[in-house]
């Protein structure tokens, strides 16, 4: 039966499927991962859309959020710069991403590009971001993340 298993991990792996896919998954973990793809392409509209509203539905209000400058944020900071930036996004982008459950903790990685119009000026981000959801009384809500810059291009 070990055997099996390795089989098929060694297949998915050469094919480029991640551990994550290769391995059985619950209809609790597939549902878990649906519901926080969903909650972090909300998270981008709403950004993108200066929605603090819709944001605040989703994070928890100890959350706390590492922006790409290092700077450290708590819900209420981040929502006040989602409001004051949100309208200058032309697009924001995550792709890459992967939901990495542990009972009722669930870590998202994936990369993201960021453009817009600031003070006149076009502006192209690109990074790496982590956020953290927990659920809690039935509900996934983000309490951690954290965004990290990288050269354009460097970003796979």
């Known amino acids: 039966m070990k055997s099996l298993a390795l089989r098929i991990l060694v297949c998915g792996l050469a094919t480029g499927l991640t551990l994550e896919a290769a391995l059985p998954q619950t209809e609790d973990e597939l549902a878990a991962r649906t519901m926080i793809m969903a909650l972090e392409n909300i998270w981008n509209n709403a950004e993108k859309g200066g929605d603090a509203a819709a944001l605040s539905l989703i994070l928890d209000?100890?959350?706390?959020?590492?922006?790409?400058?290092?700077?450290?944020?708590?819900?209420?900071?981040?929502l006040e710069q989602v409001k004051q930036t949100g309208p200058q996004l032309q697009s924001l982008v995550t792709d890459a991403m992967s939901v990495?459950?542990?009972?009722?903790?669930?870590?998202?990685?994936?990369?993201?590009?960021v453009t817009?119009?600031?003070?006149?000026?076009?502006?192209?981000?690109?990074?790496?971001?982590?956020?953290?959801?927990?659920?809690?009384?039935?509900?996934?809500?983000?309490?951690?993340?954290?965004?990290?810059?990288?050269a354009p291009g460097d970003v796979k």
């Open 61 to 78: 209000d100890a959350m706390v959020y590492i922006d790409e400058d290092g700077s450290l944020l708590t819900k209420m900071q981040f």
């Open 100 to 113: 990495h459950l542990y009972g009722e903790t669930a870590l998202v990685a994936g990369t993201y590009r």
């Open 116 to 150: 817009g119009v600031a003070r006149g000026k076009a502006f192209h981000r690109e990074g790496r971001f982590i956020d953290t959801w927990v659920r809690k009384n039935g509900a996934w809500l983000c309490v951690a993340a954290q965004a990290t810059p990288g």
